[in-house]
């Protein structure tokens, strides 16, 4: 092996180079990358880790030599013996546990003389089957190739005739050592829409590229990937290219040229375009989606609101729009959706106006640059007299009715959370007192409000005399049956109110500063209860505590958790720490106390995910150990195909980032059954257990280990 190594030493330096390129292109997605030479035997392995280890459990490993006789039907001895590009998707594999995989190999060679080296091989799952993989990966194949082909010529010729001008398949340039042109290929022709004759021996036309020229003949310095956009002018359109410009140096290593390509990659360019334009649009009714819309109120908060200005988030959801899906069905009521949203476009047109669809039947709808209240109420009237035209799908015409709800910064909130709260509470108040009308959010001060003021000089007072108890809800492993965890949660147990949850008091100590110290009574309680179990012989498990916002935002929150783990003595591997998505709005910040925590030794779980806006890519930097799905998800995968999509992608996602999921909520089998199917076995609710006291846990505990389950149900 090690013979074979050194004898594939360069040649595997070159695929190196290019694979890691598109390693990089191709961040975020899971991938895994063989190389094996012309026998089949692998030769080295990269990419996504997690992959990576369940196929060397299978025993797929460097060194490993592949053979049809031993390996079934499989993509490397396929374009062994074909010589040709090759994909196997799934089931097309011989073993079944590559039947969740889809594999693109291509042989590589010695072009000039079509001496086969090797293969090279992409393992994937199956959810992320692709054709283009395939001719991303023919394209990689042709540039190391190319590279190979430079690298043997090179060792024989000089540079000037290393470089086959005519045969590669990127625009190439050289220049002498003052500037002028010396070869100019076809490539270049189409690429840049100049003839060779007419910049022959001449400085490179286009200015820009011609100052990169400059710069590299005078300091000797390489441009990389430098993208440009050229305009061809024979009648295509703008093209988009990656510029490469080095120096040609003599056996003096004296500057006698410069070398310059231009790679074309408009279509991946539109590709990724096209890529981000859906991850920020709705793909039914092509308004931007939930991510775009929050963030983008975000932006307009981070970088201020002028003085004399407001602004309205309005909710607008259709009444009895799952009559129409029932009667009509999906197709009529995806149809209906459409009509929707070019209508609210309609009304709402002016520049500072955006529509976004959040899913279902809600749209939201921003009014920001308002000097006030009446501008967004004109809006809502005009939306609502729009409503009252027909609508007419696949020959049918009905009528069909909305409610609105608005919400105005900064009276009724001055984050993106607490805006579309107000804005969700005033629309289902507007459902309630009948409907088709719009409704302004308003605080209620006279309800509770003798109750709240009781509760906010009380929580000082509770604190001190131990008036605050926890609860623990079991985490479930589905497959086992086993309690692999609980979560924390605060009760009061008020000496005159009786045993309060959380909802009653937690906002108000968030507003009062209290939640800090209520918050790190929780974390030591909740360790040192989960110490006791496991000194009395339970099996260890972890322990989940929510931490607030503010506790976040504390200068010496990593010291003070430091603190209680010393305190309490227990392992930093049982204690996990659920954060909101609103928390790591700041990525530097969120990145360094995060890693901090982790070096404790601590996990890391992100709460009611697929509520906020939280950027995949960021959660590996979090080094986030797992998701916990909202409940308002889980409520509804059984009724709502929306939620069950969104449920189905998180759960996905997380696998493919190497990341756990658990959901909360769970209630019912069919909820229980959907989940497995997803393959999410980590869950809570009210289906197993509601939450209990530390001495009704020890019971469970005490017995049974194992939590019986009926998995045939």
Known sequence: MHLKRAEYEEILSVIDFFVNKMLELMKGLPL??????????????????AIKSVVQQSGIQVGLVFNEHEAGTNSINLVLDHREPIQLVGDE????????????????????????????????????????????LCTVVDSIERELLLKKQNRRLHILNQVVIETTRNGIIITDRDGNVTEFNKFAEILTGSKKQDVINRP??????????????LTGKDYEDMEFMLCPQTGQGDLVCLFDAFPILDENMQVMGAFAQFRDITERYHTEKQINYLAYHDDLTGLPNR???????????????KEDRIFAVMFLDLDSFKKINDTLGHNNGDALLKLVAERLTTCCHAPHHLVSRMGGDEFTILLQDITDRTEAIQVAEEIIRAFEKPFAVDSYEFYITASIGI?????????????????????????????????VFKPNPNAGGIERLTLENSIRKALQQGEFVLYYQPQIDMLSGRIIGTEALVRWNHPTLGLLPPAKFIPIAEETGLIVPLGEWVLRTACLQNQVWRERGFAPMSVSVNLSSRQFSKHDLVETIKEILLETRIDPQYLELEITESMTMNVDVAIEVLGKLKELGIHLCID???????????????????????????????????????????????????????AEGVETIEQLDFLRSQNCHDVQGFYYYQPLPAEQIEQLMMKSADIKTNLQR
């Not at 039947?99 to 291509?106: D, H």
């Not at 490179?204 to 003949?217: G, R, S, T």
């Not at 001055?414 to 507007?430: F, G, H, P």
């Not at 995910?609 to 150990?625: H, R, V």
């Open 407 to 439: 919400a105005f910064y900064p009276q009724d909130g001055t984050n993106v959370e607490m805006l579309m709260k107000n804005a969700d509470i005033a629309l289902y108040r507007m459902k309630d007192d009948g409907k088709n009308n719009y409704n």
């Open 291 to 305: 991510r775009f819309f929050t963030g983008h109120i975000d932006d307009l908060l981070r970088h201020g609101v």
């Open 204 to 217: 490179i036309p286009d200015a820009k590229i011609n100052d990169f020229i400059k710069e590299v003949l």
């Open 608 to 662: 009611d995910f697929g509520t906020g806006y939280s950027n995949l890519y960021y959660l590996k930097l979090f080094s986030i150990d797992r998701l916990k799905i909202d409940r308002s998800f889980v409520r509804d995968i059984m009724t709502d195909s929306n939620d069950a999509d969104i449920v189905a992608t998180i759960i996905a996602m997380a696998h493919k980032l190497g990341i756990d999921a658990i």
């Open 32 to 49: 895994l990358i063989l190389i094996s030479d012309e026998n089949g035997c692998i030769l080295e392995m990269a990419g996504d880790e």
């Open 93 to 136: 594999h011989y073993y079944e546990f590559l039947g969740s995989s889809a594999c693109y190999s291509v042989p590589f060679q010695y072009t000039d003389i079509s001496n086969l080296l090797g293969t090279i091989t992409i393992m994937t799952t199956i959810d992320q089957h692709n054709p283009f993989l395939l001719a991303m």
